[in-house]
């Protein structure tokens, strides 16, 4: 099943760029006018997509990392755009902090994959 909140990405240049994020919605339904908002929502299209395309094995120790990476590298995703857009330093310090224990996870998970080939 693809994941609930899969969005359309329309990667256009220009005015058409901005006419295409306009019909972007987020998965609440709302536009994904600002160019966070755009940012974010590829980002989870990204994300949902990755962990609904993850094989299914049936061992669950492969399934959990296979899932988990995409939706690391969505959390890394989002991170980034609050260090693009984000003002508030707080939040941008935790957004710090996320991508630095995120990327440090994808690479323990991808290790395990590698030493764990079925």
Known sequence: MRGMFVLPVIFLL??????AAQQMAMPNGNPASSPADQNF????S???NGM???PMTGNADSDFVGMMIPHHQGAVAMAQTELEYGKDPELRKMAR???AAQDKEIAQMKHWQATHKQ
């Not at 220009?14 to 006419?19: E, L, N, S, V, Y």
């Not at 929502?41 to 989870?44: I, K, L, N, P």
């Open 52 to 54: 609904a395309d993850a």
């Open 97 to 99: 902090d996320i991508i």
């Open 41 to 44: 929502a590829a980002g989870m």
């Open 14 to 19: 220009g005015a058409p760029g901005f006419a």
């Open 46 to 48: 990204k994300m949902n």
